[in-house]
């Protein structure tokens, strides 16, 4: 094994996720860039074990132990590293913390992350989720990413295009993209900033503010007082925010559901199609507030799945499909996990 890589045996998982699922790795490693990539890769112990790239842990679901390398993404840094006429580039190291950075791209006067503020993570991990909230995705202000590709070797810079994002989705939550571990991310940033209200939620809540005109700022903190009211904090109570996806059906499908249930809420999209709120069919299951063992379902929103204390991922897992089978059954619709299940 490669002597100069800080490789640790058995380690301990449950402060690396926000769930806060006891879970050990039988090799873990942190990672500050490349240069460590390369040295696993050139390692034949190293390279032949399965791998988990790992960031802030708060889109894991770890239902066992892992035996193979966790490779923790925890390189610093963040910094203005480009203009142009119409927008500012600021890239972010991997391992900085996402609403950390957010708040410096608003304490250098720059919009267009604000609606994304307190989703938790690390700035590496927000491209593969494409993660978003309030009507704002990070697709919207991506500029690009730098990747070490494990299969290669080699160091490489990626376009939008190049990543493939979709609803919560991008290339690296798929086969041809697992080998790739993002190293910085640079978002375009808008110098001719203007308010993203399109949730009526954030919205009324400017407005009952006496705020007519808001700032990045303004908005970004009626974001955060919005998520502390609704969502638990995973410092207090574990969990990995949003469990499920909204589902997306067919402009026909909702029609259908809608005959049979009047008050289903739904958003049409551009493309013809109709987003469900998952939350909104769970709790019409019942499930709000439900308990699986020490699993439960947040009382406040159906979409949050929490570790009341000493859960185990087997018992998340657990509540989850019993909540896909419930929906399913009820409306047709089967719920697909935001979370990745190790």
Not at 241 to 247: A, E
Request: proline share 5%.
């Amino acid at each position: 094994m490669h002597p100069h890589l800080a490789i640790e045996h058995d380690f301990p998982l449950k402060s690396l996720n926000t769930f806060g699922l006891a879970a050990t790795a039988r090799r873990y490693l942190r990672v500050s860039g490349a240069a460590e990539l390369a040295a696993v890769m050139a390692d034949a112990q190293l390279a032949s074990m399965p791998r988990l790239l790992l960031g802030g842990g708060s889109n894991l679901l770890l239902t066992r132990d892992f035996d193979g390398l966790v490779l923790h993404m925890s390189g610093a840094g963040k910094d203005i590293v480009g203009e142009t006429a119409s927008h500012v580039l600021v890239r972010g190291a991997a391992g900085e913390n996402w609403h950390g950075f957010v708040q410096y791209t608003l304490e250098q006067g720059l919009g267009g992350l604000e609606n994304m503020s307190l989703i938790p993570g690390t700035v590496g991990a927000a491209p593969i989720q494409n993660i978003g909230a309030y009507g704002a995705e990070i697709k919207d202000v991506f500029h690009s990413l730098t990747v070490f590709d494990m299969a290669s070797g080699m160091v490489r810079t990626m376009d939008a295009a190049a990543c493939r994002f979709g609803y919560r989705d991008s290339v690296f939550k798929h086969a041809d993209g697992q080998g790739l571990a993002i190293i910085d991310v640079t978002f375009a940033l808008p110098r001719a900033w203007q308010p993203n209200l399109r949730y009526a939620e954030l919205a009324q809540a400017l407005l009952e503010a006496g705020v007519e005109r808001p700032t990045p700022q303004q908005v970004s903190d009626t974001v955060v007082a919005i998520r502390r009211r609704k969502l638990p904090d995973p410092a207090v109570i574990g969990n990995a925010g949003s469990f499920f996806k909204n589902p997306v059906v067919t402009r026909e499908q909702c029609a259908q559901l809608l005959a049979q249930f009047p008050a289903l809420v739904h958003h049409a999209q551009p493309d013809g199609s109709e987003k469900l709120a998952a939350g909104w069919l769970i709790d019409q299951c019942g499930w709000k507030g439900r308990n699986l063992g020490a699993a439960g379902v947040y009382p406040k929103q159906a979409l949050v799945l929490v570790n009341n204390g000493g859960a185990s991922g087997a018992e998340v897992l657990a509540l989850a499909r019993a909540i896909q089978a419930d929906v399913h059954a009820r409306y047709g619709v089967m719920l697909d996990p935001e979370p990745v299940f190790v």
